[in-house]
């Protein structure tokens, strides 16, 4: 089987069954925006230093599944221009408002990627962080990246799905078992399907938040029920690797 397919059906098995999925009181896909805001100083990550590096004396960049513009605003002072594509626009908002608040020039692009690459264009880096383990059929998606940048590509990205760690309480809860997730090493896999080999760095991410509360909702449970999560939560190991893949294009 080829790279792609392992990632695209390992990207399915994780999909959440239809009769769990109508009972959910909430959008369990939903990402929040408060989350996701741009920090006011830049974390220094792998990530951030290869796409500095790529960037040299200066340049512009293209975030993809920007969110906040984590990635994008991690730059200010190396950029003269930001665009930020998203598929939820109260997150190209807060991309907006970070870029004003920067006196940076932006763009904002809504929409899927890569189906509004045309109209994003072109950039001298390329970045799209966390954003790989919602897409299943990643051939595309990688292209259009590829073909955007024109210096590289900076991906970050879990080492496995940055849910994995709940799939016990998937167990609990539903009585469901979850197939393994996909992992860097199969999106590196379907890179090289793709005839790019990218530098790879693994590292360790900053605790994240514990919210109860977000987690009975990813689970699709109803808000009583977040006192029987908070029980359990300490319990899980939450894997926190993060892997940093560049590329250089032309
Ligand atoms: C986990 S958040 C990461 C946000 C930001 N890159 C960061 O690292 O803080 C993923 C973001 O990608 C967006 N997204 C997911 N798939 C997308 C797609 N195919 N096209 C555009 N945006 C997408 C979501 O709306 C969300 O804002």
Known sequence: ????????????????????????????????????AAPSQPVDTPSRRAALELLADGGTVLDVGCGGGAAAFALVGRITHATGVDQQ?????SFAAAARARDLPYRTVAGRWPDVA??????????????????????PFVRALTAAARRGVVVEMMTQHPTAWLDPLWERFH???RPPSATTDD??????????????????????????????????LPEDRVPEVDAVLDDLDRVRTAATLTWTVG
Request: charged content about 25%; hydrophobic content about 45%.
């Open 1 to 36: 089987m080829d790279a792609a397919t392992v990632w695209a059906e390992r990207q399915e098995g994780r999909g959440i069954p239809p009769e769990i999925l109508a009972k959910a009181p909430n959008n369990p896909f939903h990402h929040d925006v408060d989350y996701f």
């Open 89 to 93: 626009q109260d997150m190209l908002d």
């Open 187 to 220: 999106a590196v896999g379907v890179l090289r399907e793709l005839g790019i080999e990218p530098a790879v760095q693994r590292w360790e991410r900053a605790s994240d938040r514990r919210d109860p509360v977000w987690v009975a909702r990813r689970l699709c």
């Open 175 to 177: 009585g469901l078992h």
């Open 118 to 139: 045309a109209e994003a264009g072109t950039a001298d880096v390329v970045v799209s962080h966390h954003v790989l383990h919602n897409v299943v059929d990643l051939p």
